[in-house]
């Protein structure tokens, strides 16, 4: 029961993409990790959450003439900061992106406190009100990657007014009956009787990979405002989260763009199969076969940053990279067959206190790949 908890604990940890870090044997020097992957990123404003709480924000604005304005949601754990590989290329596009820290994340009040789904909408509403507030006449989008993206198909499916369109990147709809009891039995008893324990699922080698993209490995490790670990009560949490948004898939009535990647280990294939199956057929799905769960980290984010610019400028247009084509022919994929392993293998030794494996190319930052 102890492992299967430990896998649960992983699995669930999807919507944070596995932030709880392995441990550290090199430097943040030594993996050459510049200054600003180890300080939280700018606080340009903050947006009120349902109660009126501040919540701290980041702000690209876009180059040029703007074109719309985007309110990005984070996953589990992360922060503001989460944006911030795939913010310039909105930005060049001609859309400001606002990415607050939600509440419970980053510095928001409550940090390292599950706040609950319902508190995390009425947030978002509100967040939605306030930037169309400050940008009038601006087509506003929400998009929200993991945990996020699982807030924006509850969203679209009772939108409030003024959104032009949600769009979820590998959203977070991995359903306790898809786990099923091996799973959800242990977490159940967990919550009940150790709420807070913080379960270490890389001491007991569970790992997944969540991007390409070591560079957004090592911000996302090394970033003070990331929560390492996870409170069993938070994981509880989380799955509720998941198991509305799945839920919300059928009455979705809002233009909706859902983007998955076949090496996403984190939200399961069968997963977002039963969810893209019960959306309606109208809404846009979209399939990369490079893609992982960090989609807007990727080292293939142009891609889907371009994909995402089509749609919300002609909704109705084919997608330049090909990913609705993809789609349509969204393959069979078994869990097992994980070709990102090799990755965490060269990861290795991020901070935590899992146990020696091996680890032939530690990550190491590479400026190319920020630029990508």
Known sequence: MIRALFALTLSSLALSACQSPPERTLTAAERGVPAAYLQPGPVDLTLPGADGAALPTRVWRASGTQHGVILALHGFTDSRDGWQFAAPGFVRAGYTVYAPDQRGFGAAPGRGRWPGTDALIADARAMIAAVAAREPGQRLFVMGESMGGGEVQILAADPPPGVAGFIALAPGVWTSGQMGIGLTVPLALANTFAPDWKPDPHRYGVERVVTDNCNALLRLSYDPLTLHGAPVVDLHGVV???????????????????????????????????NWAALPDWVRRAYYPSGYHLLPDDLNRQAVIGDVVSWMEAPGNALPSGADVYASTFPTVSAGQDA???????????????????KPEPCRYDPARDAQ
Do not use: I, K, T
């Open 240 to 274: 509720e989260l998941m198991n509305r948004a799945a839920a919300a898939a059928p009455r979705v009535r809002a233009p909706l763009l859902v983007a998955y990647g076949a090496h996403d280990r984190l939200v399961p294939p069968e997963a977002m199969r039963a």
């Open 340 to 358: 990102s392993v090799p990755l965490w293998s060269r990861l290795g030794n991020l901070p935590g206190r899992g146990g020696p494996r091996a």
